[in-house]
């Protein structure tokens, strides 16, 4: 199973960013999906999850209102829309699969990516 994330990069305060997680190896429609964020010296973050048919989706308090998770089961893709962005926003995300019906806790979780780096400038 590989999950391969992609989209971050550096960017202003301020500006939008599309992240995607691509996955081979496993047919994502059977499972949840999720993405959390992790900044140095700090623990896994959770941002946001999904169902599996995209029908459900669960948001970090402090992001909500600027992020919006979607996924193309087709595609075996899950994305992350990210709005005005803020310098704490900067973290390395990772997107993951898991069983749970819950699927906010990064214990939950079974695979995960290698993550894509988002920078945010002030």
């Known amino acids: 199973v590989q999950l391969q994330a992609s989209g971050g990069g550096l960017v202003q305060a301020g500006d939008s960013l599309r992240l995607s997680c691509a996955a081979s190896g496993l047919f994502i429609r059977n499972y949840r999906m999720g993405w959390f964020r992790q900044s140095p010296g700090k623990e896994r973050e959770f941002v946001a999850t999904i169902s599996r048919d995209g029908g459900g989706t669960r948001y970090s308090e402090a992001l909500k209102g600027r992020i919006t998770i979607s996924r193309d089961n087709a595609k075996r893709t899950v994305y992350l829309q990210m709005n005005n962005l803020k310098p704490e926003d900067t973290a390395v995300y990772y997107c993951?699969?898991?069983?749970?019906?819950?699927?906010?806790?990064?214990?939950?979780?079974?695979?995960w990516g290698q993550g894509t780096q988002v920078t945010v400038s002030s």
């Open positions: 993951g699969v898991t069983s749970s019906v819950v699927g906010t806790q990064a214990t939950q979780y079974t695979y």
